[in-house]
């Protein structure tokens, strides 16, 4: 049977957690963690054990309050880290230690100040100390996206040798084009000897406004898991985004793969992480912004009343959206204004709507937005003048 399977590894609560102003407690990630089990992901990574206390808790907390998803800690290649890492993740029922190192030259070289034979060293040790913990471990191969290629697929070789299941191939600075990381991870499929060991998994940033097409264009060159964070958030300008790969995985037909995610749920999840992290989601964020599903242009306005495919790729209720929104301003026309009026129970002749949408223009050029109370209040006025009967 083909293998069609995509992986969604969630990181809202340790990578996405790195946002200033941002922390949370352990109970406000429980919460979040059981509305991820609840979407569907497939691996929820709860922190990072050794950083605090309090992040150990939550990894513990999190590990008794989910069952379905794997349990994944963060941790560096440091023994302490790993040991540290297991015992917080021991209620899980299925545990895994996301361990690694730098592999880039400008972070053995500046970082770490050693030597590549160094940090194969230490990977490999790692490694095998967190499978000796653990049932899975995932290493990440971190700057992998400004590191060597055929460096990167010996330490890819080795790892897996060492126990390594799951190879995070990063491009932790969000520096990668599509194409240079697709390439990077169709080297990594044809150069790496037990490659069909492991499996490869995407992790990129957005510092660039790539992370979401890095991701896609990682998996169609190999790789089958992507980590990524509800509504994108994360260090620095964010993760990839969960909805949007999700989304593409689902709508593209020349993307042949699918994911267990429930999308239906994507609205409801975003305003949580929204509201529980007090960051907000910009109007314009694909798949979840306020705007996603808006028209106030005229044309497009025309479109979607005729066809909601004319100007819309996904249905509104796949991602939990209610319907889509016809916004009244001074660029909409005659057919928005008749299509809302008619949303209000005011059934208008073609005649009489183009005499409204005259007064109509008149008061929307004096807001941004013309809302429902006003439209009630233009018909009102309409009728004193007699231009309606």
Known sequence: MKDDRIYIFDTTLRDGEQVPGCKL???????IARALEELGVDVIEAGFPVSSPGDFKSVVEVSKA???????????????????????????????????IGTSDQHIFSKLKTTREDVIKRGIHAVKLARNL????????????????????????EMIKAGATVLNIPD??????????????EYLMNNVPNIDKA????????????????????????????????????ERAGNTSLEEVVMIIKKRNDIPYKTRVI????????????????????????????????????????????????????????????????????????????????????LLEVEEINKVYKEFLIMADEALEVRDNELHELYKMCKKKEIVG
């Open 25 to 31: 407690n352990t109970e406000q990630k429980v919460t």
């Open 66 to 100: 989910v069952k379905e998803p794997i349990i994944c800690g963060l941790t560096r290649a440091v023994d302490n880290d790993i040991e540290v890492a297991a015992e917080a993740l021991k209620f899980a029922k299925r545990a895994r230690i996301h361990t690694g």
């Open 134 to 157: 653990v049932g899975e471990v995932e290493f990440y191969a971190e700057d992998a996206g400004r590191t060597d290629n055929e460096f990167l697929a010996k330490v890819c070789e």
């Open 172 to 185: 932790t600075t969000g520096y990668c084009l599509p194409e240079e990381y697709g390439a990077k991870i």
């Open 199 to 234: 499996i490869l998994s995407t992790h990129c940033h957005n510092d660039l406004g790539l992370a979401t097409a890095n991701s896609i264009t990682g998996v169609k060159h190999g790789a089958r898991q992507i980590e990524c964070t509800i509504n994108g958030i994360g």
């Open 263 to 346: 999308t239906e749920k994507f609205q409801s999840i975003s305003h949580l992480v929204s509201d529980t992290m007090g960051m907000l989601v910009q109007p314009n964020k694909a798949i979840v912004g306020s705007n996603a599903f808006a028209h106030s242009s005229g044309i497009h306005q025309d479109g979607v009343i005729k066809d909601r495919l004319n100007y819309e790729i996904i249905d509104p209720a796949e991602v939990g959206v209610n319907r889509s929104e016809i916004v009244l301003t001074a660029r909409s026309g005659r057919a928005a204004l008749r299509f809302r009026l008619e949303q209000l129970g005011y």
